[in-house]
């Protein structure tokens, strides 16, 4: 390892570093060498080595994006700063920081949603989402580990890839129109989980989904 890179103990902290500059960088020359090239000069970095940690792939290039948006999540909104906050306000307070952290840089963001959505990187961008996703309700507190592990996860994905999509286009001032997309994805999802809460109780404790497809199939007259 050179004098340069010295301080990067792994060529993964070397992404890590550089990619929040990368993106900046993809506002004007895309998610290529030329942007690597330019965060490597902005932190002083070897241009070869900077070249080397990404390999020349777009997808290494979002993905260290991604992780270091990750990381900085992690620091600024552990678990003990936003445990005492309803639920919807922790997945609302930490979306929005992966939001904040991408505003000004939404010209990269439009370019990375169009380099994930290509067909050979479905499975790379879906696997991102996952774990943005996880990493969110971990956050959040979320201990479950039945199937609704799963369906947390799936659920807060999509309204994180819809929220992206919205956001990479939102004109209005400090986004607050994307707040408002925001707020109104998470209070459906939230609705959605009482009455499934609801449906899902035992029969001794009020409407079981037996009762409710047999209602349904057999109304009262």
């Known amino acids: 390892m ?19 500059l990368v993106a900046e960088s993809a506002m004007f020359d895309g998610w290529s060498n ?28 979002i993905a260290a994006w991604i992780h270091a948006i990750d990381r900085d999540m992690a620091r600024e909104l552990p678990n003990e700063r936003i445990g005492n906050l309803p639920i919807r306000e922790r997945i609302r307070s930490l979306v929005q920081f992966r939001l904040d952290a991408l505003a000004g ?26 774990e943005s996703a996880d990493r969110m309700w971990r956050l959040a507190g979320d201990t479950a580990t039945d199937y609704n592990h799963y369906t947390k996860r799936a659920t ?39 009455a499934k809460a609801r449906v899902m109780r035992p ?7 037996t009762r409710l497809l047999g209602r349904l199939r057999y109304p009262a007259t």
Request: hydrophobic share 45%; net charge negative.
């Open 34 to 61: 030329a942007a690597v090239d330019a965060a490597a000069d902005m932190a002083g970095v070897d241009r070869e080595a900077a070249r080397f940690a990404f390999e020349g792939k777009p997808m290494t290039m």
């Open 2 to 20: 050179d004098t340069e890179t010295a301080d990067h103990a792994s060529l993964e902290d070397l992404r890590m570093d550089l990619a929040p």
């Open 105 to 130: 840089r939404e010209e990269a963001l439009r370019l990375a949603l169009i380099e994930m959505a290509k067909s050979w990187n479905a499975a790379s961008a879906a696997r991102l989402g996952w």
């Open 156 to 194: 807060l994905g999509t309204i994180y890839a819809a929220t992206l999509t919205f956001f990479a286009q939102d004109k209005s001032e400090d986004h607050d129109e994307t707040r408002a997309f925001l707020s109104r994805r998470i209070d459906d999802v939230m609705k959605f989980e009482k």
């Open 203 to 209: 029969r001794d404790e009020g409407l079981s989904l």
